[in-house]
């Protein structure tokens, strides 16, 4: 099954445009509330929320003729916060500036060979969340 998505990643002072040629892998969302809680002598629980992060984990499916560009651009958006924006639906799409929750600037990272039998194939594992704090719900991958 032929997947409609591309991930484009938009970087650079002057920007540049990366879109890969191969689809991501089927993303997911992860959700962290952000605050604490503290229980009382008597029991009562007192929670506080200071926000919501709304992480899109990815899997992008990499050329290894587009690795050094794909590398730039993960080295921008790690070194940049919210200055790396991507889109799910290729280069004619909505972007939305990131920050990275993985890798994180103190984290070694890298690509992995893909399990497709292609041996130019890789994958690369990133976390990211919106700099809106907006959703991703309305990314759906498996339309109906």
Same mark, same amino acid.
């Given at each position: 099954?032929? @997947?409609?998505?591309?991930?484009?990643?938009? @970087?650079?002072?002057?920007?540049?445009?990366l879109t890969?040629?191969?689809?991501?892998?089927?993303?997911?969302?992860?959700?962290?509330?952000?605050?604490?809680?503290?229980? +009382?002598?008597?029991g009562a #629980?007192? +929670?506080?929320?200071?926000?919501?992060?709304?992480?899109?984990?990815?899997?992008?499916?990499?050329?290894?003729?587009?690795?050094?560009?794909?590398?730039?651009?993960?080295?921008?958006?790690?070194?940049?916060?919210?200055?790396?924006?991507?889109?799910?639906?290729?280069?004619?799409?909505?972007?939305?500036? +990131?920050?990275? +929750?993985?890798?994180?600037?103190?984290?070694?990272?890298?690509?992995?060979?893909?399990?497709?039998?292609?041996?130019?194939?890789?994958?690369?594992?990133?976390? #990211?969340?919106?700099?809106?704090?907006?959703?991703?719900?309305?990314?759906?991958?498996?339309?109906?």
């Amino acid at each position: 099954m032929a @997947y409609p998505f591309t991930l484009s990643l938009r @970087y650079g002072p002057s920007p540049t445009t990366l879109t890969l040629s191969l689809p991501p892998k089927p993303w997911s969302w992860k959700n962290t509330k952000v605050g604490g809680s503290l229980t +009382v002598d008597s029991g009562a #629980v007192a +929670v506080w929320i200071d926000r919501t992060d709304r992480m899109l984990a990815i899997t992008a499916r990499v050329r290894e003729s587009e690795w050094a560009q794909f590398e730039a651009a993960i080295d921008f958006g790690v070194e940049h916060p919210g200055q790396l924006s991507i889109s799910l639906t290729g280069p004619g799409g909505t972007f939305y500036p +990131v920050y990275f +929750v993985a890798p994180k600037p103190d984290e070694e990272y890298g690509p992995t060979r893909s399990e497709t039998g292609d041996p130019s194939t890789l994958e690369f594992e990133m976390k #990211v969340r919106r700099v809106d704090g907006g959703s991703w719900a309305s990314l759906i991958f498996y339309a109906e």
